[in-house]
T-cell receptor
Framework: SQQGEEDPQALSIQEGENATMNCSYK?????LQWYRQNSGRGLVHLIL?????REKHSGRLRVTLDTSKKSSSLLITASRAADTASYFC??????????FGTGTRLKVLA | SAVISQKPSRDICQRGTSLTIQCQVD?????MFWYRQQPGQSLTLIAT?????????ESGFVIDKFPISRPNLTFSTLTVSNMSPEDSSIYLC??????????FGQGTRLTVV
């Protein structure tokens, strides 16, 4: 079962533009993580944001969390062709396990 | 940070057979998890593997189809039994403590013919 739904399902942008992906979830969480996956390969951890945090930055990545709306967003600024991948949110509810969202397929055109 | 090794990395299997996937963590961990990623889809949690107790399966997954072993705090196996083409997926193991980054193996790409 999926805890989170992400939108858009697919996103195509030009290099240099910003990309925003949204994740909505259903139950209360302890934290939320974002992962990147290139062409069905391994998962790369991007950012973890805790339920008492509202925003975190890492390089060109900015993640926000709104627990009242049960939603999170991932912003990639000044995108590059190498950012082309699938992006997933994963929610942790304090039971050790993480449940993944449906994912967003990002394509950055050179 | 944990390093997780999975094997095999890929396999092509005949329908009706079974495949056991191994997952080794380089440190002792309490919880290990098995996920399935069907083609073009997200990761779906199959089960949680605790050492010393039976695995806990998510809705839609049963022990007869996906038996799991967890003999110690660094190792787990997932068996995909009586395979059909619908079982063709990437299977990933993971460990997490629920509060920090979850770590994943590189996955096992299974094709059932």
């Amino acid at each position: 079962s999926q805890q989170g739904e992400e939108d858009p399902q697919a996103l195509s942008i030009q290099e240099g533009e910003n990309a925003t992906m949204n994740c909505s979830y259903k139950t209360s969480i302890n934290n939320l993580q974002w992962y990147r996956q290139n062409s069905g390969r391994g998962l790369v951890h991007l950012i973890l944001i805790r339920s008492n945090e509202r925003e975190k930055h890492s390089g060109r990545l900015r993640v926000t969390l709104d627990t009242s709306k049960k939603s999170s967003s991932l912003l990639i600024t000044a995108s590059r062709a190498a950012d082309t991948a699938s992006y997933f949110c994963a929610t942790g509810t304090g039971t050790y396990k993480y449940i993944f969202g449906t994912g967003t397929r990002l394509k950055v055109l050179a | 940070s944990a390093v997780i090794s999975q094997k095999p990395s890929r396999d092509i299997c005949q329908r009706g057979t079974s495949l056991t996937i191994q997952c080794q963590v380089d440190s002792q961990v309490t919880m290990m998890f098995w996920y399935r990623q069907q083609p073009g889809q997200s990761l779906t949690l199959i089960a949680t593997a605790n050492q010393g107790s039976e695995a806990t399966y998510e809705s839609g997954f049963v022990i007869d189809k996906f038996p799991i072993s967890r003999p110690n705090l660094t190792f787990s196996t997932l068996t995909v039994s009586n395979m059909s083409p619908e079982d063709s997926s990437i299977y990933l193991c993971s460990e997490s403590d629920g509060n920090t980054e979850a770590f994943f193996g590189q996955g096992t790409r299974l094709t059932v013919v």
